[in-house]
């Protein structure tokens, strides 16, 4: 193991807890309504036509046919990202890949899938899905229409993967039955609240997810997103309350899906226990597996290895989609 020692932080990103003190954090209670909140934003987001607009990227790669794509979210909200395709072979299985809250400038292309058709949305507010006012700086971004919770900037980003589904089986219908998700950080937290109302969606994979134990999420220090909500919290005391609905762990529950979930045993940006709590979540299944990492948003010794190594489970793992 080569757990971080040596940090620029003024807290311990293990928050002192062992992998058997990890494994053993529950999810929390599930709050009121939390199930019909979600199921009326999933009605809302299926009515949505996405119309997607696809257009030569000024990117090239040998093995994948780069496209930039548009559609068109709820509320109406411009959604930009790429479409990468297969340039030998067919189509049989699609994959949605979220982001971190750094939003992103380019896809992947280390995804270890083939026959594959990967939709990379930049999620409402940031990267190519800027829409005023939500800003597109993490700090800020989470805080937009929090006291709000119909309106609040996470729920729409959730809408926005569902709506991302509806655009790659507008494109390719026979994919029903046949697509994925995939997400890191932001992204996690992001995929373990949608993936559980929309059952389209086949297999998940979720690396160290953020918004898991809510209650915990907002006590542990960070230098993650959490950190600006905790100072938020300060002058909001009732926003807890409002925060509930929006559990990434409390979702888990609810997931029946196969799920690969990476969590790491020290991250300075989203706490291990909020992240153990989402993967803990999940329902004893032997289609699930649990990847654990030394750590997370923080180079290590083995940081290099650990990622090879995750990668090439995850390919093996959408392999079944």
């Known amino acids: 193991m080569s757990i971080p020692t040596e940090y620029p932080f003024d807290f311990d990103p293990t928050y002192g807890m062992t992998l058997a003190d990890l494994q053993a954090i529950r999810p929390p209670e599930s709050p009121s309504g939390f199930d019909a909140f979600w199921q ?71 995804i270890l899938v ?49 709506v991302a589904v509806s655009a790659l089986l507008s494109l390719y219908p026979a994919l029903d039955g046949h697509i994925g998700y995939s997400g890191i950080s932001f992204g996690g937290g992001i995929g373990a609240l949608g993936i559980p109302f929309d059952k389209r969606i086949a297999r998940g994979h979720l690396t160290v997810p953020t918004f898991g134990n809510r209650k915990l999420w907002l006590t542990l ?30 979702a888990a529950t609810r997931i029946t899906v196969p799920m690969l979930a990476a969590v790491a045993l020290f991250d300075p940006a989203v706490a291990p226990p909020c992240q153990f709590t989402v993967a803990n979540a999940l329902p004893k299944s032997k ?35």
């Open 287 to 321: 289609f699930n597996e649990i990847f654990i990492l030394d750590a997370g948003h923080f180079d290590y010794v083995d940081s290099a290895v650990q990622q090879t190594a995750l990668r090439e489970r995850v390919g093996r793992f959408f392999r079944g989609l």
């Open 221 to 250: 220090p960070t230098v993650g997103s959490a950190h600006s909500v905790q100072d938020y919290a300060k002058t909001h005391a009732d926003v807890f309350e409002k925060l509930r609905l929006f559990d990434a762990a409390t």
């Open 114 to 162: 083939e026959d594959t058709a990967i939709l990379f949305p930049c999620f409402r507010g940031m990267s190519r899905s800027a829409h005023p006012p939500i800003s597109p700086d993490a700090p800020w971004h989470v805080l937009h229409n929090i006291d709000d919770p119909d309106h609040y900037v996470i729920g729409g980003c959730v809408e926005d993967l569902w």
């Open 40 to 110: 009326k934003r999933y009605a809302r987001a299926l009515a949505v036509k996405p119309e997607p607009r696809l257009s030569p990227s000024k990117d090239t790669h040998p093995d994948w046919q780069i496209r930039d794509i548009v559609y068109t979210s709820t509320d109406d909200v411009r959604i930009g990202g790429w479409l990468l395709t297969p340039r030998k072979g067919e189509v049989k299985r699609g994959l949605v890949v979220g982001h971190g809250y750094g939003g992103r400038d380019q896809p992947e292309f280390d």
